[in-house]
């Protein structure tokens, strides 16, 4: 559950997942995250529990040798996320507001002109301005 602006959370693909994300779309925005930007992501933002933040000893629990290694295996399947959150990763990234600003309107579906909703590959473009 996000709890407050400009925070991320990783998801499972599965129907009860996407309902959910469909019946919040006009307030959040989400799509297929990358494995590049999902090891950045990991780098920059991921916190543990009694952490001051993910280092080598964390990839290494999960059986990973990098960061980039890592993200490719939770992007495959390979990993999944609660495997992520029993290795300490606090489910929730902290992120800053997008560097430049939104381009387009919050109050719009990104398939309207808007930045809200579904946004697919995209999600990349502005996860990366907000690391």
Do not use: C
């Amino acid at each position: 559950m996000l709890q407050r602006t400009f925070s991320a959370r990783l998801l499972d693909n599965t129907p009860s997942n996407l309902g959910m994300l469909r019946s919040v779309k006009a307030l959040v925005a989400w799509g297929e995250v990358s494995p590049e930007i999902l090891g950045d992501v990991l780098v920059k933002r991921g916190e543990r529990d009694g952490a001051d933040g993910v280092d080598d000893q964390f990839v290494r629990l999960l059986g990973k040798t990098s960061f980039e290694e890592l993200a490719k295996a939770v992007v495959a399947g390979e990993v999944g996320i609660k495997a992520l959150y029993k290795a300490g990763l606090k489910p929730r990234f902290r992120f800053h507001p997008p560097r430049g600003g939104f381009k387009k309107s919050l109050r719009r579906a990104a398939t309207d002109g808007g930045e809200l909703g579904y946004r697919g590959a995209d999600i990349n473009v502005l996860v990366k301005k907000m690391i």
